[in-house]
Structures are given as structure tokens and as C-alpha cells.
């Protein structure tokens, strides 16, 4: 019994010191973290940068600021122009879009009821247009009629009021706030709202 425990004690008078908080072990010896914590940190490539540089060495550098990278103005202000242009084409195409279904709107003033299929075509235009631009107030009006008439029954008929509530809204769309203020909110609630309940009263 006596030799058994002088074993154990010599092993243990043997055995390596615990290593000091921040401190990790290593073929080239223990290595100390600044922070005292015994943990390692890897810093992951840097991928955005490297992206959208198309250099992949970007992806080695840590700080825009610390490095030798210097952003290209010329080609900042080019991008800019471009990015304006688009959008300016982008609103120009929305407004096109609305303008083409002025003719379903007389057509509805006229008591005619317009054809489903090609109405529905001309809102999911819009409403793409819309989506580009991030029009959120033309996007969820679109949505709303979009909701409505592929929803409704076969055999229902659209009913013209809830067309022409939707229209009404995208025709004044510009006293509607990009920024979703109080009264664009209710506008849009309202229609939605319209919407719900006139497919559940519809089956």
C-alpha cells in the first residue's frame, strides 16, 4: 500500500506546472495573449473587400485604414452616375407602366368589366418595377390587387369598386411617403384590408 501511493505522489511531483492564464503551449513554447485569456484568435479573410475590389489579395487586409488600399474617387463618382441613371430609367418605366392601365380605367367608368388575365398582367409589371426601385407604397398596393385578382374565384367577377380603390392609389401615388408615414400607412392598410375581405366574402 505504502509503495503505491509514493508512486502516485512521484508521478505527481513529475508532472509539468499548470500553465499560466494566458499562455498556450506550442512547438516554439508558450505563446501569451494580451488580453491574459488562453484563447486563440483567427481573423477570417476579409471576402467583401475582396469582392468588390475583384482583388483577392484584399482579402488579407484587416482595416481599410491601416492598409496601402486608397479608394478610386473617378470610379466612385462613374458607379454613382450610373446607379442615378438606372433609377432614373427605373421611374420612368414605373410611370410608363401606371400609364398603361389608364385605358382599363375608363374602360371601368364606362361599366365594363376589364379582362382578369390582362389586368393581372399589367399590375405584376408594375409591381416588379416597383420591387426594383423599393416604391414600397406601389409594391404593396400592386400586391394587394395582385392578391385579389388571382385569388377571387373563376366564376366571381372582379368587383370593379375595389379595381378602381386600387387604381385611385396608384395614380396619387406621389402624396404617398416612400417612408411609410402615418397616412400612406392607413391608405394601405385600408386596401389590404378591402382586399381580405372581399375574398372572404367571396367564397
Known amino acids: 500500500m505504502t509503495s503505491t501511493i509514493s508512486k502516485k505522489n512521484g ?25 491574459g485569456d488562453p484563447c486563440e484568435f ?53 410611370d410608363k407602366k401606371i400609364q398603361e392601365i389608364e385605358p382599363v380605367f375608363n374602360l371601368i367608368r364606362q361599366g365594363k368589366t376589364p379582362q382578369r388575365k390582362a389586368l393581372l398582367e399589367k399590375i405584376q409589371n408594375i409591381n416588379a418595377v416597383a420591387k426594383v426601385l423599393d416604391h414600397i407604397p406601389v409594391a404593396r398596393i400592386t400586391l394587394s390587387l395582385i ?33 411609410l408615414d402615418p397616412p400612406t400607412k392607413m391608405v394601405l392598410t385600408a386596401l389590404e384590408t378591402l382586399t381580405n375581405h372581399a375574398l372572404a366574402n367571396s367564397r
Not at 508521478?11 to 488580453?35: H, I, V
Not at 483567427?42 to 469582392?51: E, S
Not at 485604414?65 to 432614373?88: A, C, H, P, W, Y
Open 11 to 35: 508521478d505527481r511531483e513529475k508532472a509539468p506546472p499548470n500553465k499560466a492564464d494566458g499562455e498556450r503551449s506550442s512547438g516554439k513554447g508558450p505563446r501569451k495573449n494580451p488580453k
Open 42 to 94: 483567427i481573423d477570417p479573410p476579409n471576402l467583401i473587400l475582396a469582392k468588390v475590389t475583384h482583388n483577392p489579395e484584399m482579402a488579407k487586409v484587416r482595416s481599410v485604414k491601416k492598409g496601402d488600399f486608397v479608394f478610386d474617387s473617378g470610379r466612385l463618382k462613374k458607379m454613382s452616375t450610373i446607379i442615378e441613371k438606372n433609377q432614373t430609367v427605373c421611374v420612368e418605366t414605373l
Open 147 to 179: 392578391k385579389y385578382l388571382s385569388k377571387l374565384p373563376a366564376e366571381k367577377t372582379a368587383d370593379n369598386g375595389i379595381v378602381v380603390a386600387h387604381f385611385d392609389a396608384l395614380f396619387n401615388r406621389e402624396t404617398l411617403s416612400v417612408r
